[in-house]
């Protein structure tokens, strides 16, 4: 079956853009969340979306944010880009909530210039 | 506050020995531990996981072990084949919540 695919793979945005990155997770799988590894901070959890619903959110500032559809499909906008939020932005999919059975995407590399 | 350390940033073995990968955590809430593979440019692939009320569990060619009194978890990989070079996180959960990772540690087996 198709793993949990991201789009774009790669994406370079100016400081001050704002930039939304997909996620599209694997059939029958209804909770998704997402992490942003960077090499100074690692891997850390942005949030998690599961039935439309936000039902847990990481120690991010509100430039980020997130939605799902009834598809289960999610995004992630990050407004007023800087730097810093130059990353490697994964997605995990998980048939319910909670990170048992989290499969990973590929990730999208966003560069801030 | 980094509540999952990997202290080794780099481990280098030789084809067909152990492979010992270690995790530290401070936080006593954890019940859910796991270790992930990862290449770069892609997502972390899952390798096995421990539940709090176990000390140990297998999968073929690798186990990993918790002491819950020094909150420590290692993994070990036997025979280390040189496929297995990549880098290898920890990652802990309270109630299957939200992963909390460790910083990696870097694998190289070489032949």
């Known amino acids: 079956k198709a793993g949990v695919t991201q789009t774009p793979r790669y994406l370079i945005k100016t400081r001050g853009q704002q930039v939304t990155l997909s996620c599209s997770p694997i059939s029958g799988h209804r909770s998704v969340s997402w992490y942003q590894q960077t090499p100074g901070q690692g891997l850390q959890f942005l949030f998690e979306?599961?039935?439309?619903?936000?039902?847990n959110k990481g120690n991010f500032p509100g430039r980020f944010s997130g939605r799902q559809f009834s598809n289960s499909r999610s995004e992630m906008n990050v407004s007023t880009l800087e730097l810093g939020d130059s990353a490697l932005y994964l997605c995990?999919?998980?048939?319910?909530?909670?990170?048992?059975?989290?499969?990973f995407g590929s990730g999208t590399r966003l560069t801030v210039v | 506050d980094q509540q999952v350390k990997q202290n080794s940033p780099s481990l280098s073995v030789q084809e067909g020995r152990i492979s010992i990968l270690n995790c530290d955590y401070t936080n006593s809430m954890f019940d859910y531990f796991l270790w992930y593979k990862k290449y770069p440019a892609e997502g972390p692939t899952f390798l096995i996981s421990?539940?709090?009320?176990?000390d140990k569990n297998e999968d073929g060619r690798f186990t990993v072990f918790l002491n819950k009194s020094a909150k420590h978890l290692s993994l070990h990989i036997v025979p280390s084949q040189p496929g297995d070079s990549a880098v290898y996180f920890c990652?802990?959960?309270?109630?299957?919540?939200?992963?909390?990772f460790g910083t990696g540690t870097r694998l190289q087996v070489f032949p």
């Open positions: 979306y599961f039935s439309e619903t936000q039902r």
């Open positions: 421990i539940s709090s009320i176990k």
């Open positions: 995990a999919s998980s048939v319910g909530q909670g990170v048992r059975g989290y499969t």
């Open positions: 990652a802990a959960s309270k109630d299957t919540d939200k992963l909390i």
